[in-house]
């Protein structure tokens, strides 16, 4: 594969980890939760500002995910206390960050250029690239990542069956017969927000390292990449189990980015790229359900669900 | 076990919507009672069981339940004491979680929540032998998710999830009505082995004027958000739906009782 193929595989699964926290929030909460596009860069900014302050990088991508829950449960405490519409609680969220995140870094952008960061560890660890059939198939780098992302998919995994993890889906899926076994669906609900920014600043702050840099516009648009990688996930790896959804939304991401990467080696114009992810989003959201109701029309029986999930 | 005394409930208030549902309320249940309740559309059935669920709050009045005062508690505080069974087969399970997990979250009903798995081979045999009581061969589907199950098989599990972790007060609001009559019955005799079983204190709204005569051991009638009749035990055994109707119009001072959603069969 070419660089920009390899490339893309590597920004896939970095960006996957953004598309695991979308679907935190967008599945699990069934919340449309629109803080990402400022906790992404809140994450990006902490850690490099960090980083430049002399901490370790894995120290600074810890504090990134700290940063990022509390912007997340920012955004519950919002929605669920104040009882401003969830959208909109987001989007105020997001704004305010904008200047937080101005603040931190003291700049607009902030390079990296030799400073140790997680990639930088990565590169020195030296794995060689896998190469078959003269062909390389993934960079050193995309094999560490790939560990690097299982392992917190398995994390989420563990923590979406414990007891809390169960009260955090049925909050989700009915909310009603959740509160009526004595849990709070406030808390829950500021919880999932809060793990989901978290996990969403982690891959800025991931980002902010492979790309060596953070900017403060490195977040705009990160919640459409988001829905687009958990949608396209489901669609073509299946969504039966929490086990094969969280593997299914990191290989949207890659597949995305492996998408973006083959539009813009045809040509495309870079320029073109928020409205060809807006489309593959329209038009992933939009197919299943057209699908379904030509489906419906046909069958006879249909299984019958509480809350739908295209 | 449950005291209720002076509750009052408006929807609306000091609109042209105002509508009193529940009109200085006063019921006393004791351990092991099993009320069965009756009442036309719109009588306040409903907002009686939230009220004591904590699903609302009332405007004015006290419930105590089990010697402790509920009045101002949410209804996730005070979840721990009370099981509840819905008229939605849908509304009382979460469609896309699977039975094992539905149920290991009504098994830690009103307990901290923890990071231990939330279903372990433990309570997987707690569950199967649980379920094998429904007789809906369900313990061989623990993995199923809910919203695969027929509306009668998933009420049959809401009330299992309801009941088996022994709550103080069970309340059915309407729970069998959405279903056809055979799966009506199927969901009535479980109720009342579960009842049985566990002794539980039960109120069970219905609108069937059978089942609130044949089940349980004492049945109110609500009107206009008030209790209009409240009849015992021993009374209950000999009276059938036409006595209620007269007992109705005796308490009402003459008006027919016209509610043609009550079944007379
Ligand atoms: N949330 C609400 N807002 C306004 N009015 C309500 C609400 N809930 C119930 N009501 C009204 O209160 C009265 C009693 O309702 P309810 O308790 O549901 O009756 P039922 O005996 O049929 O269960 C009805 O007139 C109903 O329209
Ligand atoms: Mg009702």
């Known amino acids: 594969m070419n660089l920009a193929l390899m490339g893309a595989i590597e ?99 902030l390079p990296l250029l030799r400073e140790d960061t997680l990639f930088t560890y990565t590169k020195d660890l030296g794995i060689p690239n896998l190469v078959v059939g003269g062909i390389t198939w993934l960079t050193g780098a995309a094999m560490v990542f790939i560990v690097g992302i299982l392992i917190l998919k398995l994390i989420i995994d563990w923590f979406l069956h414990t007891d809390l993890g169960l009260d955090l889906r049925a909050t989700g899926d009915n909310p009603k017969m959740i509160r009526s076994f004595g849990v709070n669906t406030d808390s829950t609900t500021i919880i999932g927000l809060a793990l989901s920014n978290g996990l969403v600043a982690v891959s800025g702050a991931w980002l902010a390292q492979y790309q060596g840099f953070a900017d403060v516009g490195m977040g705009i648009g990160m919640i459409v990449i988001g829905l687009a990688s958990v949608i396209v996930g489901e669609v073509l790896f299946g969504s039966s189990s929490i086990f094969r959804v969280t593997l299914a939304v990191i290989g949207g991401s890659i597949v995305y980015r492996l998408v973006i990467a083959l539009a813009l080696q045809a040509g495309l114009n870079p320029s073109d790229l928020k409205l060809i992810t807006a489309l593959i989003v329209i038009v992933a959201l939009t197919v299943p359900t057209i699908a379904k109701g030509i489906f419906k029309k046909q069958a006879v029986r249909t299984v019958k669900g509480g809350s739908d999930r295209a | 076990m449950l005291n209720i005394s002076g509750v009052n409930k408006v929807f609306n208030a000091g609109t042209v919507n105002e509508k009193i549902a529940l009109n200085n309320v006063r019921l006393q249940v004791k351990s092991g009672e099993f ?231």
């Open chain 1, 11 to 109: 920004q896939g699964l970095l960006f996957g980890i953004l598309a695991l926290g979308v679907y935190l929030t967008f599945r699990i909460l069934n919340v449309p939760d629109l803080t990402v596009d400022g906790s992404f860069a809140l994450g990006g900014a902490m850690a490099a500002k960090m980083i430049i302050d002399g901490y370790n990088p894995f120290v600074a991508t810890a504090a990134a995910f700290v940063v990022g829950c509390l912007a997340g449960a920012f955004t519950g405490v919002l929605h669920t206390k104040g009882k401003v519409n969830a959208l909109l609680a987001g989007i105020l969220t997001m704004i305010a960050l904008y200047s937080i995140n101005l603040r931190i870094m003291g700049k607009a952008n």
């Open chain 2, 35 to 265: 009320i069965t309740v009756i009442g036309s559309n719109g009588a306040g059935k409903s907002t009686l069981m939230n009220i004591i669920s904590g699903g609302m709050l009332p405007d004015s009045g006290t419930v105590t339940i089990d010697g402790k005062n509920v009045t101002r508690l949410g209804e996730h505080q005070r979840a721990n004491l009370i099981g509840r069974v819905f008229q939605d087969p849908m509304a009382g399970t979460a469609p896309n979680m699977t039975i094992e997990e539905n149920l290991a979250i009504a098994l830690a009903r009103g307990k901290k929540r923890t990071l231990g798995f939330g279903v372990n081979n433990q309570k997987r045999e707690l569950f199967r032998e649980q379920l094998k009581l429904l007789d809906q061969g369900l313990e061989n589907r623990l993995k199923t998710k809910v919203g695969f199950l027929s509306g009668g098989q998933r009420q049959a599990l809401s009330l299992l999830m309801a009941t088996f972790t022994e709550p103080k007060i069970l309340l059915l609001d309407e729970h069998t009505a959405a279903l056809d009559p055979k799966r009506a019955q199927l969901i009535v005799d479980l109720t009342e082995k579960i009842v049985e079983r566990h002794k539980l204190t039960t109120i069970m709204v219905t609108h069937n004027m059978d089942q609130a005569l044949n089940m349980g051991n004492r049945l109110l009638m609500l009107h206009d958000g008030g209790i209009i009749l409240d009849i015992p035990d021993e009374k209950k055994r000999t009276m059938k739906a036409q006595d209620l109707l007269k007992a109705f119009e005796a308490a009402r001072g003459g008006e027919a009782f016209s509610e043609d959603r009550f079944l007379l069969t």
